[in-house]
């Protein structure tokens, strides 16, 4: 069955440590995998996708195939990095899978 | 664009009433995405809708719920006869085309609690 496994419901750490938000996933095919994040009282936006190998506000993610991941990384945590961050696939159409989210305390 | 919207942002219901949650895509898009969020859960696929069309209800409960999307106006999230278990968060999402590649963008979400 298709499943995207967030194991931290909550990451705490300070500000300037570095930030590793884990995601596995479960999928037989080749996934397309996503970040999602949700800042208080803002809606959910896209952060990145694997298939552009790109870094926004600093954060990066490399797809694992062999160990089935997609972990969400920063060096260097922000105060304005606080908020829920959501792992996601697809199987190349419309449909998301989510996890169940993790949310990041960054302190000051 | 004001994006995708949402309404109302906040429903509260006695079990056995109806709801009716709203989502007006952003300008130029066609395609509706409805998702459910339940307490302690990830966000679920319920239903993928083009104007006047339903592509994909795999992910709606099979009673009560039903979805639509026409010409003109809102897409609708409706259910019938509500329960508690149907307290949740519910999402719409709209994207220019139904593929993976397109971005889908989400509303606010409408929380729903059933008394």
């Known amino acids: 069955a298709q499943r995207v496994t967030q194991p931290e419901k909550l990451l705490s750490v300070f500000k300037g440590a570095p930030v590793e938000l884990k995601c596995n996933y479960s999928y037989s095919g080749s996934p397309e995998l996503f970040w999602y994040v949700q800042y208080s009282r803002q809606r959910l936006q896209l952060l990145l996708r694997?298939?552009s190998r790109e870094s926004i506000k600093g954060f990066t993610a490399d797809l694992n195939k062999g160990e089935t991941s997609f972990h969400l990384k920063k060096p260097f945590a922000q105060e304005e990095d606080s908020a829920m961050y959501y792992c996601?696939?697809?199987?190349?159409?419309?449909?998301?899978?989510f996890g169940t989210g993790t949310r990041l305390k960054v302190l000051a | 664009n004001a994006g995708v919207m949402q309404n109302p942002r906040h429903l509260v219901r006695r079990r056995g009433q109806e709801a009716r949650l709203r989502c007006s895509p952003m300008?130029?898009?066609?395609?509706v995405y409805w998702y459910r969020q339940l307490p302690e859960e990830g966000l679920k696929f319920m239903v993928y809708l083009q104007k006047e069309n339903i592509i994909d209800e795999s992910g709606m409960p099979k009673e009560r719920f039903s979805a639509e999307f026409p010409k003109e106006g809102p897409s609708i999230l409706r259910i019938q006869q509500v329960v508690r278990g149907d307290s949740a968060a519910y999402f719409c999402?709209?994207?220019?085309?139904?593929?993976?590649?397109?971005?889908?963008?989400f509303g606010p979400g409408t929380r729903l609690t059933v008394t």
């Open positions: 996601a696939l697809t199987s190349g159409t419309y449909k998301y899978i």
């Open positions: 300008k130029g898009h066609s395609h």
């Open positions: 694997h298939i």
């Open positions: 999402a709209s994207s220019t085309q139904g593929q993976a590649s397109y971005e889908q963008y």
